[in-house]
């Protein structure tokens, strides 16, 4: 076969944009457990990938909505850090620019949390950062192992 045409039936892989959301509650945070092809079955943090045109507060808005059913409406939601995130093994490589997004809900009110993706997703949970459960998604667990802490900053 051609280079040409190779490049066509699988083209090569290129690193993708993702955000996503420490949603803070008291000492806790929501982690749900995916149902993916990467990561299966471990436990991270709701988000996705950026759309064209959207900010990093547009994405983790629509993303903490599409996946948990919560309306961040006025909610502030503050930039965290970024973390380059490459992974090589097969069957699935990939290479993420994993933005950490924010947001501290109020520990007095109520909050729904909906599974709206089964399909997606096992169920979300609040984890408290010294008690979290295992295994956590590997550029979730590299970066919190490394010190981070989503409550500070
Ligand atoms: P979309 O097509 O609906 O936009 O995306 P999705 O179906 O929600 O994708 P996702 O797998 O939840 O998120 C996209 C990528 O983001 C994921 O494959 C790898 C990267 N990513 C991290 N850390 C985390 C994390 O803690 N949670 C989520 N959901 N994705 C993460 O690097
Ligand atoms: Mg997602």
Known sequence: MENKEKQMVSPPPEPRVAVVVFLLKGRSFLLGRRRASVGDATFALPGGHLEFGESFEECAAREVKEETGLDLGENKIEFLTVTNNVF???????????????????????????N???D??????????????????????????????????
């Open 120 to 153: 997606k997703c096992y169920g979300w949970d609040w984890f408290e950062l010294e008690n979290l459960p295992n295994p956590l998604f590997w550029p979730l667990e590299k970066m919190l192992k490394g010190g981070f802490d989503p409550f500070l900053n």
């Open 88 to 114: 090589l093994e097969q069957p699935k490589k990939s290479h993420y620019v994993t933005v950490f997004m924010r947001v501290v809900l109020d520990a007095q009110e109520e909050h729904v949390i909906q």
């Open 116 to 118: 709206v993706e089964p």
